[in-house]
């Protein structure tokens, strides 16, 4: 089975990483403001796109997998993403996750959740007899290779100035190869505890900055030039025409970083997403939230759905893109975890009737953003891991909605009864 997803062609304002306010709201903030002119379109919503984009498969080798991937606030999707669980031929028990996250344009995102593999696959250099260094040199060429090809490209059709961000898992039957180049991630989490994550490419760090510097750019508010947020990534051409220096030492490189790590049985998942994710959560918290999703629901695109939510609701301002794949030692469902759901749930919802009463007997309309406050500023044992009362913010206006049910129906039944006696 091979998911493909393709995106809309946008403007991504340089790829800048937003962080918005935390909590429970939806609020971009003041800070967001544009100042720019007029003319320059705004890269957000007013309200943000709320659809979501899921999908889900396995593997005859017990591993299951989720995608899931919002628009959110931004003015258009530039992610894309591939799964292919198994591969062709040989390669049958070998697998492969992406996701690409574009800017300033998705064509780049787009072309390469088609055609990056391909491109790995053809320096012949991944194969069943597997070899680490090979492999691993495979994909690197892999990524030079295509981003000759669209460099070439971009001359002779008619392509947007567009970048993206990789990040790759490669599984092979002993094997996961670490894959990236830019600042989405790649996350494994083995025996409960994060054990090994990819480092984003920013270019304030030193060595990023010093190939930028050597290839006579700067770094300019934390940006190459004091444009791109990212010191690695294919397309970005402008980026990549210093005559003088080869394909690696430009001032945007397409070379990714690729890490190697034997397989275990303590191995539960692996997390590959876009720094839409990485802006609300870190590594440990996201961690510690798909492990507690996965003991209350064996629906993964539930887990990957309430991720993107919580994404949403503690601030970020991106497209939001995620793959999830269990291996067979990932957390499972108990009733024990079910009971704890279930009674945290009823905890929440008798702490807003609460809340109610009291707003009630001073006369006054209960607020939903005053109820929201007052839960999340109670101490509640139980609550998520990594996610906290931002996770259950659905739970909270549930029931909400339900005690305003059971106010309104009384209110007119009051207006009712006091025009009868009149």
Not at 335 to 357: G, M
Request: charged share 30%; proline share 4%; hydrophobic share 35%.
């Amino acid at each position: 089975m091979i998911v493909n997803s393709g995106c809309r062609d946008g403007l991504k304002a340089g790829h800048q990483t937003d962080r918005g306010a935390q909590g429970l709201g939806m609020s971009k903030g003041d800070e967001e403001e544009d100042e720019e002119e007029e003319a320059t379109p705004s890269p957000y919503l007013e309200r943000p796109i709320l659809d979501k984009s899921m999908a889900e498969g396995s593997t005859k080798k017990g591993i299951n997998y989720a995608v899931g991937s919002m628009q959110g606030w931004r003015a258009h999707m530039e992610d894309a993403h591939t799964c292919i669980p198994e591969m062709d031929g040989e390669l049958s028990s070998w697998g492969y996750f992406a996701v690409f996250d574009g800017h300033a344009g998705s064509t780049v995102a787009e072309y390469c959740s088609h055609h990056l593999l391909d491109h790995i696959l053809a320096t012949g250099m991944i194969k069943e007899e597997e070899n680490k260094v090979e492999v691993m040199e495979g994909i690197r060429e892999g990524f030079l290779r295509i981003d000759k090809h669209m460099h070439t490209l971009s001359r002779q059709e008619n392509w947007d100035r567009s970048g993206s961000t990789a990040a790759a898992v490669m599984l092979s039957p002993q094997n996961i190869y670490f894959i990236n180049c830019g600042d989405s991630r790649t996350l494994l989490c083995r025996d409960g505890q994060v054990c090994f994550y990819t480092e984003d490419h920013k270019p304030c760090n030193p060595r990023e900055k010093e190939r930028i510097q050597n290839a006579g750019g700067s770094v300019t508010l934390q940006r190459v030039n004091g444009s791109l947020a990212v010191s690695r990534a294919l397309g970005d051409f402008d980026f990549k025409e210093v005559e003088w220096r080869k394909q690696t030492e430009q001032l945007v490189s397409p070379e990714p970083e690729v890490c190697e790590l034997e397989r275990s049985p303590g191995d539960e998942f692996l997390v590959v997403a876009c720094d839409g994710v990485w802006d609300a959560l870190d590594n440990e918290e996201l961690c510690a939230f798909v492990r507690s999703r996965l003991q209350v629901t064996d629906d993964l695109r539930e887990v990957c759905a309430q991720v993107i939510d919580l994404c949403l609701y503690k601030g970020s301002l991106d497209n939001i893109s995620i793959i999830i794949i269990c291996f067979p030692g990932a957390p499972r469902v108990s009733p024990e975890t079910l009971q704890q759901e279930a009674a945290l749930e009823e905890l929440i919802e008798k702490k807003v009737e609460d809340v109610f009463r009291v707003i009630r007997s001073r006369d006054k309309d209960p607020d939903l953003l005053y109820v929201m406050r007052f839960v999340a500023s109670e101490d509640i044992p139980g609550l998520p891991p990594g996610g906290g009362i931002t996770s259950k913010r659905d739970c909270v206006i549930a029931a909400y909605q339900k005690q305003m049910a059971s106010y309104r129906p009384q209110e007119f039944m009051d207006i009712s009864g006091s025009e009868d006696s009149s």
